[in-house]
């Protein structure tokens, strides 16, 4: 998983609040389950004006001129500004890694449905609250302002904007040391891996029937 310390970027607004994960990553591309390739129809619904196939070459789809996520002034955006309820419906984790597949590194919203939060940690995005008070002045700010970006330092728990200004935000400690240095589930047990090894190993020497003539765990008799 991808570390995430700063990102200085630029934010794109989607100004609709309650965004399923459907909306995210339509049900038809959730028969894979690599972490890659889902960038190219995040939103798909949306941002395309036509339906999308599994595999299919988006190169020759027509675009829908009218969704944001189309429009010149927010490509290569990496910051998302969202509205409540960021993320709810179905607890797919193929959204937050259609979200990064995309580019998408950090999220900024007043809220978040849970479960679709504690995937971003574990799939290298950082999910923001802010107060909506703060939310609103930054999509004002982002539709008035072309190439608008702000600086998210995670080590300090703070958005920067242009200005200067800092809005702090509040993060969760595991959650940090996670992003901070890229583990997920499998890179935290991993950290252990010493110790799981040498487990095995006496496990190994006190129960010799419980492993096959290969050498690897086996059913016990064989």
């Keep these: 998983m991808k570390a995430f310390q700063i990102e200085h970027g630029l934010v794109m607004p989607l100004d609709r609040a309650n965004v399923d994960t459907d909306f995210i990553i339509p049900k038809q591309f959730l028969k894979s389950i690599r972490r890659s390739g889902f960038g190219a129809n995040l939103f798909d619904e949306h941002r395309y004006l036509d339906a999308g196939v599994p595999d299919g070459d988006n190169r020759s789809r027509p675009i829908n001129p009218d969704f944001v ?41 007043p809220s978040f449905a849970d479960i679709f939060f504690n995937n971003c940690f574990k799939n290298g995005i950082l999910p923001i609250v802010l107060p909506r008070d703060a939310v609103d002045r930054l999509f004002r700010e982002v539709e008035a302002e072309p190439g608008y970006r702000l600086r998210v330092e995670l080590p ?63 059913v016990a008799g064989r």
């Design 69 to 109: 996520l189309n429009e010149p002034r927010y490509q290569g955006a990496s910051i998302l500004l969202a509205r409540d309820n960021f993320g709810c419906g179905s607890s797919r984790e193929h959204a937050p890694w259609a979200l990064d597949d995309y580019g998408f590194r950090a999220i900024i919203a």
């Design 156 to 218: 300090r728990q703070v958005v920067v904007k242009p200005g200067g200004e800092e809005l702090a935000f509040a993060v969760d400690e595991f959650g940090k040391h996670c992003l901070l240095h890229g583990l997920d589930d499998i890179g935290i047990t991993l950290q252990d891996e010493a110790e799981i090894r040498a487990f095995e190993e006496r496990w190994r020497e006190r129960s010799p029937w419980n492993f096959a003539a290969s050498g690897e765990p086996g």
